[in-house]
């Protein structure tokens, strides 16, 4: 049974008022918090272990299932996830309380001329997209799933197709509760229990797949698979019992000549060894010759180093033409976009700071097998036309090297005539 047949047709609030509480707590905290319930000024966001909470506690499904083709009807709407605040458009009504949606697929990008009106890849519900070629002639999509990531999900689920068009579910590849080591504990985080794993990315490296991703609250991790096939099964790459670094949105890039790990807000980066079996020097600061000043292109605030910031979260990495490219997650005047830099080495320094395809933050940048470029998308703010589902805009790239978005677009929602 498909997991949204599931989903579709239990308890529902879609004013923010509930029928019935929620299942209570054990000891040290208490009942998971509905739509529109305040947050405590002193709840505890320390990322402290505790005890697993009570079967039931979480109404959210830990798996976005296998989902179904997108359709004029998904070209809208979708989900925003949140602590306490989810919410969702579509398709009957959600088993668990949901605030109400009020405009969160306003499209204002797309109204601007900014944003094409993609329609999703598919219909389903993703964070974090990301699409990889494989070694087999398919396409890999993975990313964050599960109802709602700021409090529980189940581990990587994977899709994989011949066209980007048609999807087909591989199933969840990966388990906290079956494959995990440190990553089965529970943490605190804004005064309740939370475990989910967030952006989980794979590669097709050297002939085998890898799997890096990262546990908030806890680190990050690189899997690999003992099998060469994109299901796996997967084992940790390296440091089994332990987080590599503490930190979210871990990300591999493979240049040809060796592979690098950086993660977040690309800080700092990594050699991994040739087998990719551990850290194979020590971190590298990274740094720009330039930035972008414009406190309208960046998260507020600032913070103490002014603008100085080469993004904030959602690392990734590629390269073309000799150019080595790295994109890291700011808002431009709202919009959840990479900020894209450009290089002459992987760890930098890095020039020519400038906006990536709008709304299009948080995932991925790759070539198709007939050459054409795409950046992945999956509506993290108002400005997009849907909410939280899987997306790619056909990219292009300027006289400097520069992304632009192309101006054919395979992907369009088709308009009735």
Known sequence: MKRRDVLIGGLACAGGAVARPLVQ????????????????????????????????????SGVSGPGRRATAASASGGWTSGMPDVRYKGPGTPRYPVAPWNDADAGTAVKAGLLPRIRPLHDVHIRDTIVCPGGDGYYYMTGSTGDNIWAVNDGVELWRSRDLDSWDYRGLVWSIERDGVWEKAWRMRAGVPFRALWAPEIHFIRGNYYICHSISRAGLAVLKSTTGRPEGPYVHAFSPT???????????????????LTYGSADEIVRLKDDLSGLAGDWQKMTATEWDNDPRHHRTPCGPDGCRKLGYEGAT?????????????????GRYSFRIWMSDAPTGPWREPHEGAPCCGGGNIFRDRTGRWWQTFFGNDDASHFREKPGIVRIDFDARGRVVVHPDQPFLIQEPA
């Not at 529109?36 to 039931?56: E, H, Q």
């Open 242 to 260: 332990a987080p590599i670094r503490r930190s979210i949105d871990a990300t591999l890039f493979d240049d040809g000549k060796a592979v690098w």
């Open 317 to 333: 990495m590629f390269q073309r033409d000799g150019i080595y490219y790295l994109g890291v997650v700011d808002r431009y005047e």
């Open 25 to 60: 707590a054990g000891p040290g905290y208490g009942p998971a918090p509905l739509p529109g319930t305040k947050r405590a000024g002193d709840a505890d966001d320390s990322g402290r272990i505790v005890p697993p909470p009570p079967k039931g506690y979480w109404r959210f």
